[in-house]
């Protein structure tokens, strides 16, 4: 096991790799029977409850629907309702089991219901392990806009057990597996290196490579939204590949790990055209993505894209931040004027 804190101004995360969520259960139960809260409910989604419920049918659960229909104003108001009947007071706590959506909609509900409730996940799946789960964004959908309604607050714990990845579907595991090339290449050459060096013992989930690519994909957010929590500036490098997706997901439905390997892929592009890029470093990209069954190509018109992105929350003005590579490990903020990167695209 291996303990890592996330420090911000405001708030502290203790962050748990590879504990076993059993062991985990009987430490937070313990916990609760100590006075350490008062009350305590548990959001996480069907899928979740039918494999793990057992380990915690001592508290009260909300259950949601799994999928990103879930991350709605709808779903956080039915929320507030169960909490408000549970006597989820300033002493309760908030326990989201689950993955990237119950992570998103439990950090929210926590951070406004009493204006914040203590909160906490247990992340079951590689992407909220690796990405959901750490850095404090939380939030829902509005408008068929991917999480333009949030804030950012830190979660007192995050629990990563790598043994609950054996029970997800083989496409949230390559979706989980996206977001760890995109923060290879955002910043830990290394670790694409040994992505391309052991993508078969990955793919086949072995898990003492799963842990060193979890451990290494947080400890590389720890300390990027440690040093720009609000997401002001070096922070925007983990979007890398997420402004096309966050646009190609809202328009096709397809999962946002696959949208995200799309996206990668159009930034090494337009950074190849830039002569940012070489074009041998992208056909690497490539070739790692289509390992682990990942899409590169989309027949998505890019024009219609543009105009979800011209809505994204992270444009300022007629402008928008746009994150190239220089090299593998190494991101470049780039600001285009909409119609430049038009051109590119
Ligand atoms: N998922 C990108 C971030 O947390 O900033």
């Given at each position: 096991m291996e303990n890592i804190t996330l420090k911000t101004a405001s708030a502290e995360t203790k962050i748990f790799i590879n504990l076993?969520?059993?062991?985990?259960?009987?430490?937070?139960?313990?916990?609760t029977q100590n006075g350490y809260f008062d009350n305590v409910v548990i959001v996480t989604d069907s899928n979740v409850r039918a494999i793990y419920g057992n380990y915690f049918s001592d508290y009260h659960v909300i259950e949601i629907n799994p999928g990103e229909e879930s991350k709605s104003l709808k779903n956080v108001e039915n929320i507030y309702k169960q909490i408000f009947d549970y006597n989820i007071d300033r002493n309760g706590f908030i326990l989201?089991?689950?993955?990237?959506?119950?992570?998103?909609?439990?950090?929210?509900?926590?951070?406004?219901?009493?204006?914040?409730?203590?909160?906490?996940?247990?992340?079951?799946?590689?992407?909220?392990?690796?990405d959901a789960s750490i850095g404090g964004k939380n939030g829902v959908n509005f408008l068929g806009y991917k999480n333009i309604i949030g804030t950012i607050n830190q979660p007192e714990f995050v629990i990563c057990d790598s043994e609950m990845l054996g029970t997800l579907q083989d496409k949230e595991f390559r979706c989980g597996l996206a977001e760890i090339v995109k923060s290879s290449l955002a910043g830990i050459k290394?670790?694409?290196?040994?992505?391309?060096?052991?993508?078969?013992?990955?793919?086949?989930?072995?898990?003492?490579?799963?842990?060193?690519?979890?451990?290494?994909?947080?400890?590389?957010?720890?300390?990027?939204?440690?040093?720009?929590?609000?997401?002001?500036?070096?922070?925007?490098?983990?979007?890398?590949?997420?402004?096309?997706a966050h646009a190609i997901e809202s328009k096709t439905g397809m999962s946002h790990g696959e949208a995200v390997s799309i996206g990668i892929c159009k930034s090494a592009e337009v950074s190849v055209k830039l002569d940012f890029f070489s074009n041998m470093d992208l056909e690497r990209i490539k070739s790692l993505l289509n390992k682990i069954n990942l899409p590169t190509i989309?027949?998505?018109?890019?024009?219609?894209?543009?105009?979800?992105?011209?809505?994204?929350?992270?444009?300022?003005?007629?402008?928008?931040?746009?994150?190239?590579?220089?090299?593998?490990?190494?991101?470049?903020i780039h600001k285009f004027k909409i119609e430049e990167l038009k051109e590119l695209i």
């Open positions: 076993p969520f059993i062991n985990f259960r009987e430490e937070f139960l313990s916990f989201g089991i689950g993955g990237g959506v119950v992570c998103d909609i439990t950090g929210y509900v926590a951070s406004t219901y009493l204006r914040g409730v203590r909160f906490g996940f247990v992340a079951t799946s590689l992407l909220a392990q690796v290394e670790l694409f290196t040994f992505l391309e060096n052991n993508i078969d013992s990955i793919n086949k989930k072995e898990k003492s490579v799963l842990n060193k690519i979890i451990s290494d994909t947080i400890k590389f957010k720890v300390s990027i939204v440690e040093h720009d929590e609000w997401d002001k500036g070096i922070r925007q490098i983990l979007n890398l590949g997420h402004t096309f989309t027949n998505i018109d890019f024009t219609d894209v543009l105009t979800f992105i011209m809505k994204d929350k992270k444009r300022n003005s007629d402008y928008i931040n746009y994150v190239l590579l220089k090299a593998i490990g190494a991101p470049l």
